[in-house]
């Protein structure tokens, strides 16, 4: 069955960078759009960055533009997300997913505090 596994999360000070992994597996991973998403309490979950299959194009939202990389290692079946310059808004729960497949992972949380 599909499968996202996130590692990676964890407690920063704001300035500071984490880099978040998503190991899939269950689909030909690299056939796939995969996106990380955030979502904090009393919010809706939003799109952060997503990569395209052959990793040549991603998007970003706007407020991490320019802090947050997202990349794919189609041979490792795992999507990264690096998080630079952090900020104390970056706080949530970062999930990992293949939207065409519904797919979710289980989340990991990020802290952004002094």
């Known amino acids: 069955q599909v499968q996202l596994v996130e590692s990676g999360g964890g407690l920063v000070q704001p300035g500071g960078s984490l880099r978040l992994s998503c190991a899939a597996s269950?689909?030909?991973?690299?056939?796939?759009?995969l996106g990380w998403y955030r979502q904090v309490p009393g919010k809706e979950r939003e799109l952060v960055a997503r990569?395209?299959?052959?990793?040549?194009?991603?998007n970003y939202a706007d407020s991490v533009k320019g802090r947050f990389t997202i990349s794919r290692d189609n041979d490792k079946s795992t999507v990264y997300l690096q998080m630079n310059l952090l900020k104390p808004e970056d706080t949530a729960v970062y999930y990992c997913s293949a939207p065409s497949l519904s797919a979710w992972g289980q989340g990991t949380q990020v802290t952004v505090s002094s």
């Open positions: 990569i395209f299959p052959s990793g040549g194009l991603s």
């Open positions: 269950g689909f030909t991973f690299g056939s796939f759009l």
